[in-house]
């Protein structure tokens, strides 16, 4: 029987969309029931390959997640009963016996759960976020390996190695009880941050995979927040993401261009969301215990001094970077430090401060690095160095429009 083209295409729309929505929701639901996140991704994985093939004939259905749960147990039975063991048996009654439930019920939101699990004290330190960021976001090892400075490979091996150990030591899918909450919150908040950040990182909006994941990392910072309302750092993580949203919108013009933060309009800020992330982050800070998160929230509430004032206080974030360097050791903090210590105290300092960062491998390729060190080279006179580091920047930049800003600032700087 052919498909009509527009049929096709909607039910290829239909579950893009739901993909992108849901499918954290999903893989956790699925997983919650039979402890094993690699087969509950691989079941849903089946399911969305099956809703391209019988949507355009058969309609999509009213409720299109709880249709791709219903293939997806299907697939987790057949695979039990393939392998037809004691264990498996016992699995196999429970989606039996959950079966009814799919189409009549909607799907339960269980995302927080999964990620404690992920997060669980026997899982390894290092892999807890990324395992986070592809259960509950679908991203693949190669984009997660790139995001946390790893080879492929590795992060994939590691990724699978987790996997294994949830589902061998029976690790539950539910939020732990509050006194064992904190152990784990760190690689929880640091994967919602990493879930924002992917969002931020594309403006306009214009690449599906990424177009709800800023409001889906301030959905899961409120999650948190509910849950830990005395948790400073969880605060301070919704504090700095409210921050960062609401300059979203003032960081192209009307043209489609890119607009640095320090020749944005502050009129054109979100103020109802500036205040509740302001109101957030002094809650935190009453709580006297201060942490990454709060010093970058703390960072945003110093940019946002310049809606009142007219100037920035770049005295104050050379402080709270210098702050934020002793806990994190991250270079990407040091570098926004020495753009800070270049506004405060002049360009020369600046670079000085990011020649201290030249023999760190893994800025070689990191675009605000190379852009970083362009415009200080720039403002200090050295207009061929000025050049070349631009050309590195605008190199390894994919934003067209930031590319644009970036060769227009490479023309100034040769005069």
């Known amino acids: ?24 929701k999903l893989v956790a639901f699925l997983a919650a029931r039979i402890r094993d996140v690699a087969g509950a991704e691989d079941a849903l994985s089946d399911a969305f390959a099956a809703a391209l093939i019988d949507w355009p004939q058969n309609g999509i259905p009213a409720r299109p997640e709880a249709w791709l ?33 799919t189409d009549a019920a909607p799907v339960p939101d269980d995302r927080l ?56 030591a029976g690790i539950p899918f539910q939020r732990p009880e509050q006194d064992e909450l904190g152990e784990r919150l760190d ?32 959905w899961l910072g409120q999650l948190v927040v509910s849950l830990l309302p005395n948790e400073p750092e969880a605060l301070g993580l919704l504090s700095l993401m409210l921050h960062a949203e609401a300059r979203r919108g003032a960081r192209r013009d009307a043209a489609g261009e890119y607009v640095p933060l320090a020749e944005q309009d502050p009129r054109s800020w979100n103020t109802p969301m500036i205040e509740a992330a302001e109101a957030l982050l002094f809650q935190a800070g009453a709580m006297g215990k201060i942490g990454r998160y709060q010093l970058e929230a703390a960072v945003q509430s110093a940019h946002v001094v310049r809606r009142k004032t007219g100037r920035t206080d770049w005295a104050a974030i050379e402080q709270l970077y210098g702050a934020l360097a002793m806990i994190t050791g991250s270079p990407v903090v040091a570098i926004n430090r020495a753009i800070a210590i270049a506004e405060a ?59 644009r800003f970036l060769q227009k600032r490479r023309t100034e700087a040769v005069g």
Do not use: N
Request: hydrophobic content about 45%; some cysteine.
């Open 69 to 101: 749960v219903t293939v997806a147990r299907r697939r987790m039975l057949d695979g039990i009963r393939r392998r037809r063991t004691v264990e498996d048996a016992r699995d196999h009654l429970l989606l039996m016996t959950e079966l009814a439930e």
């Open 113 to 168: 759960g999964l990620m404690f699990a992920c997060a669980h004290p026997a899982i390894e330190a290092g892999i807890r976020a990324p395992l986070i960021l592809q259960t509950i976001l679908g991203f693949d090892a190669a984009t997660i390996a790139s995001a946390f400075l790893v080879a492929p490979a590795t992060m994939s091996q590691r990724l699978v190695r987790a996997k294994t150990k949830i589902r061998e």
């Open 1 to 24: 029987m052919s498909v009509p083209e527009d049929g096709g295409r909607l039910a290829h729309d239909t579950a893009e969309t739901v993909a992108r929505r849901s499918y954290g």
């Open 187 to 218: 690689a929880v908040l640091a994967a919602i941050y990493a879930t924002f950040s992917e969002g931020w990182s594309d403006p306009e909006g214009t690449e599906t995979r990424r177009r709800s994941l800023a409001e889906d990392g301030i």
């Open 345 to 403: 105290r002049g360009p020369a300092a600046g670079l000085a401060a990011l020649d201290a960062l030249s023999g760190d491998a893994r800025l070689a390729d990191y675009q605000p690095y190379w852009a970083a060190r362009a415009g200080l080279l720039a403002r200090a006179g050295s207009a061929a160095d000025a050049y070349q580091a631009y050309d590195r920047a605008i190199g390894l930049e994919a934003d067209p429009a930031v590319r």
